[in-house]
């Protein structure tokens, strides 16, 4: 079994790349040490992170992440256990999807994120919870519409 857990949060003002690079360096240190596996979006200002591994140690490491200075409003979202990962062997994917939405292929990313938060095959519901809030922050919907910034 693994534990899986899924948050969102608000970006301090003015975050650099800079940060960001700094946090992904960490977690892809930590995580590949620690067997967790996840993946990280970034966009608008929002954070939307799926952690999955050991539920210790997952639990520990989002009390960590709770009280990182780089990001705010900390909001967990859905936590339980699963019988597969669905980021195995990302010590952490990230997706900052501003290009692809200018690019023109929005549609196409949205429709992929549709097709994931709905699909059968997600296999439970934290991973469902993951893909639903990752596509309303790429759609300017709900949540991420009021409090959205840029
Ligand atoms: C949005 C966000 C996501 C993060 N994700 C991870 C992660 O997956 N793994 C990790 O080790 N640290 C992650 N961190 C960094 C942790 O908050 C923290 O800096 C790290 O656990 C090191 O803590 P320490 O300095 O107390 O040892 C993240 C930070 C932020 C702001």
Redesign the pocket.
């Given at each position: 079994m693994t534990f899986q857990l899924t948050y969102r949060?608000e970006?301090i003002e003015g975050i650099s790349m800079e940060?960001i690079n700094t946090?992904?360096q960490?977690?892809?240190?930590?995580?590949s040490a620690?067997n967790?596996t996840?993946c990280?979006i970034?966009y608008k200002g929002f954070?939307v992170?799926l952690?999955e591994g050991n539920e210790e140690i997952v639990k520990a490491?989002f009390d960590?992440?709770?009280?990182?200075k780089?990001?705010n409003n900390v909001d967990l979202l859905s936590q339980e256990q699963v019988e597969q990962r669905v980021f195995d062997g990302w010590?952490?994917a990230f997706l900052n999807p501003s290009e692809e939405v200018t690019n023109g292929k929005r549609e196409a990313l949205l429709g992929t994120l549709d097709e994931l938060a709905k699909d059968e095959k997600t296999p439970n519901f934290t991973s469902k919870v993951f893909w639903y809030n990752v596509e309303t922050l790429l759609s300017d919907r709900g949540f991420y519409q009021s409090r959205s910034r840029e």
């Amino acid at each position: 079994m693994t534990f899986q857990l899924t948050y969102r949060s608000e970006a301090i003002e003015g975050i650099s790349m800079e940060h960001i690079n700094t946090i992904l360096q960490t977690s892809r240190k930590f995580n590949s040490a620690h067997n967790i596996t996840g993946c990280l979006i970034f966009y608008k200002g929002f954070f939307v992170q799926l952690l999955e591994g050991n539920e210790e140690i997952v639990k520990a490491l989002f009390d960590n992440i709770e009280g990182d200075k780089r990001h705010n409003n900390v909001d967990l979202l859905s936590q339980e256990q699963v019988e597969q990962r669905v980021f195995d062997g990302w010590d952490m994917a990230f997706l900052n999807p501003s290009e692809e939405v200018t690019n023109g292929k929005r549609e196409a990313l949205l429709g992929t994120l549709d097709e994931l938060a709905k699909d059968e095959k997600t296999p439970n519901f934290t991973s469902k919870v993951f893909w639903y809030n990752v596509e309303t922050l790429l759609s300017d919907r709900g949540f991420y519409q009021s409090r959205s910034r840029e």
